[in-house]
């Protein structure tokens, strides 16, 4: 079974500085994908990246990116200039390759101050 | 182009009754996943319909049954409501083939 861990319950930043929320995960898998959601308090789960696993070249989308560490299982979200709508839950989640079920992990809570 | 609904927004059941929760997927999606959200708490896969029948099923006891319609939508029923089954519920849609789902806003049950 795939596992997937935020290791970040909490993390606060000033409005444009750059933050990177980890997750790791566990998997014997050689094809899969890895998510990035943001859930804000309205609650709607929004995708914020993705990344195939077999791509070598990290996800980029505007001002949020990642860093894939494949060997490491290590999948981090790097968020720069931040804005105070960032302001939200951020999961981490795998899906197998074929399965459709996404696998999450516990979340880090992201608070952008002015 | 509407994106995944869900009705209702949010419901109160005591326990032992039985809930419906509904989804309607997005335009040209083909298959629905459900799961439940405890509070604090990432969201965990309960099932996935296609092509009106269960395709996945995640640890979740046979109290938790679900219907997929001709039109895609979907159902999640849950009998003999638990406290424990005090959740936000998020039903996701996607495409048959592709792996990305958009999620609905999700049905807030409370249990008391």
């Known amino acids: 079974a795939q596992t997937v861990t935020q290791s970040q319950p909490e993390m606060s930043v000033q409005e444009a500085e750059t933050v990177t929320l980890s997750c790791t995960y566990d998997t014997s898998e050689s094809n899969y994908y890895l998510f990035w959601y943001k859930q804000p308090p309205s609650r709607q789960m929004i995708l914020v990246i993705r990344?195939?696993?077999?791509?070598?070249q990290n996800a980029t989308e505007n001002r949020f990116s990642v860093n894939f560490q494949k060997a490491a299982k290590s999948f981090s979200l790097k968020i720069s200039d931040s804005q105070l709508g960032d302001t939200a839950m951020y999961f981490c989640a795998f899906m197998k390759q074929g399965a459709q079920k996404l696998v999450f992990g516990q979340g880090t809570r992201l608070t952008i101050n002015p | 182009d509407a994106g995944v609904t869900q009705s209702p927004t949010h419901l109160i059941k005591t326990r032992g009754q039985q809930v419906t929760l509904r989804c309607s997927p997005k335009s040209g999606h083909d298959t629905v996943s459900w799961y439940q959200q405890a509070l604090g708490q990432g969201p965990q896969f309960i099932f996935q319909?296609?092509?009106?029948?269960?395709?996945q099923r995640g640890n979740f006891p046979d109290r938790f049954s679900g219907h997929q319609f001709p039109n895609y939508s979907s159902e999640l029923n849950v009998n003999a409501l638990l406290l424990g089954d005090s959740a936000l519920y998020l039903c996701?849609?996607?495409?048959?083939?592709?792996?990305?789902?958009?999620f609905g806003p999700g049905t807030r049950l409370t249990v008391t």
């Open positions: 319909y296609y092509e009106e029948e269960e395709r």
């Open positions: 996701a849609s996607s495409r048959e083939q592709f792996y990305e789902q958009y």
């Open positions: 990344q195939e696993a077999y791509k070598q």
